[in-house]
């Protein structure tokens, strides 16, 4: 019995032009898939759509990028601010993974009361004094007149929730992005890796 192998050597030689042409165009599809979930994120942080609102300095942070390690194509979507990462994964004080936010030099953190000027300091305040309250809590105010204005409650900790805003908005965009991903490969494939 004899076996022929006609057209073997064509076949084994366009599957290799496939490989090369998915492996040419991987990183071009990685990019646009990252580049999707990008915007995905970003809307949902505009819209507020996962608890988080008013984070226009977070949002504009949002970057993606498209990388080689090792052999993979890895697509890759965050911010570098140091913020964003506690908003995702929240502390342990509020059943997330990082260390609750302490002070670092102070002896208390302080947190704006509403009202207070946006991005104000209590060193902006040199007329200001704490006082507790009757349950224990401490805060910054001054006098304002015969009354109290109070600008930030002292605290010795803060807990955060994970929000998890950015593997949520990544994860509702999943179908997509693997229809970009899978499109490519499709249309290397159709082509025979040209």
């Not at 165009?25 to 898939?33: E, G, N, P, V």
């Not at 996962?50 to 993606?64: E, V």
């Not at 890895?74 to 570098?80: C, D, E, H, K, R």
Request: aromatic share 4%; net charge positive; charged share 30%.
């Amino acid at each position: 019995m004899t076996i022929e192998t006609k057209g073997i050597n064509e076949a084994e030689e366009r599957m290799r032009a496939i490989k090369r042409g998915i492996s040419k165009t991987q990183f071009q599809a990685m990019s646009r898939a990252a580049k999707h979930a990008e915007r995905a994120v970003k809307t949902d942080l505009r819209t507020g759509k996962h608890g988080l609102t008013s984070k226009r300095t977070l949002r504009q942070s949002i970057n993606s990028a498209a990388f080689v390690q090792k052999r993979d194509v890895v697509g890759l979507v965050g911010s570098p601010l140091v913020y964003a990462r506690i908003h995702e994964l929240g502390t342990v004080g509020k059943g997330g993974e990082l260390p609750d936010i302490k002070p670092k030099r102070a002896k208390a953190l302080t947190v704006p009361m509403p009202g207070t000027q946006k991005n104000a300091r209590a060193s902006d305040y040199p007329d200001a004094f704490i006082f507790t309250s009757a349950s224990g809590k401490k805060f910054l105010a001054r006098r304002q007149g015969d009354s109290l204005d109070v600008l930030f409650v002292l605290k010795d900790k803060v807990a955060l929730k994970p929000t998890h805003y950015l593997s949520r908005s990544v994860k509702g965009e999943e179908e997509a992005i693997v229809g970009i991903l899978a499109k490519q490969v499709e249309s290397v494939v159709r082509s025979g890796g040209a």
